[in-house]
């Protein structure tokens, strides 16, 4: 009897410490579902646009850059990152029509001229000034010519990216958009390019294009002018460079190095 008592507490033992055990794995596995989950989660990210459509006075057409938005775009949007498009004007964002000819076309222009659900975004932009940057966690501005007219002296979207820096959340630029930085001003005050690792659209790529006496300030001298520290490569070489929470490409053949330092930087 004695014996028979004491092999039943032992199973009782072994069954206690098994259950134990299985428990264990269970909330160990719990937990790390529940990391992973928190490492996985949404990236937030605002791109903005161009509202501004008129190429000088030339009566051509310009806006952004279907490049410089759609790499970016796709590249996030594939790592699944939820997108909100926002202009100053909202509504309709301007397409600059050359970058939608054949000369112009990549694998990602393609795929936006067959999306019809990204080009319902894009003709159905946010107003910029209803977007609060608390709600994301990076901003884009893609180029194009348009933003030398609008987004260099916007003041909503001066404040906003003034607004990012001082939460040291990702910025990027490429190609005119750097146009956006003009008036953007780091928390001392001074110009928040002055002492970084910049580039953007070069002279010798604007006077390729005959718009040097059009646009109303050239990129290259107007970062060089606020102190930032230009480098470039060759005219329509790809070429980023990221200075901090700062990302800035030269030209559209450089957003999708600029798209994956932004996405590096939100890792």
Not at 75 to 87: Q, R, S, V, Y
Not at 115 to 126: F, Y
Not at 174 to 198: E, R, Y
Request: aromatic share 8%; hydrophobic share 35%.
């Amino acid at each position: 009897m004695t014996n028979f008592l004491k092999i039943t507490t032992l199973i009782a033992l072994v069954i206690t410490a098994t259950s134990c055990k299985n428990e264990s794995k269970q909330n160990a596995s719990d937990t790390l579902a529940e990391a992973s989950q928190q490492n996985e989660k949404t990236m937030n990210i605002l791109f903005v646009l161009t509202s501004h459509d008129q190429l000088g006075d030339t009566g051509e057409k310009t806006g952004f850059w279907i490049e410089e938005f759609a790499n970016p775009y796709y590249t996030l949007k594939d790592k699944g990152a939820n997108i909100t498009i926002a202009t100053p004007k909202g509504g309709a964002a301007p397409i600059d029509p050359k970058s939608d000819d054949e000369s112009a076309s990549t694998e990602d222009t393609k795929r936006f001229n067959n999306d019809e659900e990204t080009q319902k975004l894009i003709a159905n932009t946010k107003v910029l000034s209803t977007v609060n940057a608390e709600d994301f966690d990076a901003v884009f501005y893609p180029g194009g010519h348009g933003p030398l007219w609008d987004l260099a002296t916007d003041e909503t979207s001066i404040k906003l990216i003034e607004t990012f820096n001082s939460q040291n959340k990702p910025i990027a630029f490429v190609c005119h958009a750097p146009a956006a930085l003009k008036n953007v001003k780091s928390q001392d005050g001074t110009p928040l390019v002055k002492g970084k690792k910049v580039t953007g659209f070069t002279n010798t790529e604007e006077e390729a294009v005959q718009l040097t006496d059009v646009v109303p300030f050239l990129v290259e001298d107007m970062l060089k002018e606020n102190g930032g520290e230009y480098s470039k490569t060759e005219d329509w070489g790809a070429y980023a460079l990221q200075d901090g929470n700062l990302i800035t490409g030269q030209n559209p053949a450089s957003s999708e190095l600029v798209a994956e330092k932004l996405l590096e930087s939100l890792k």
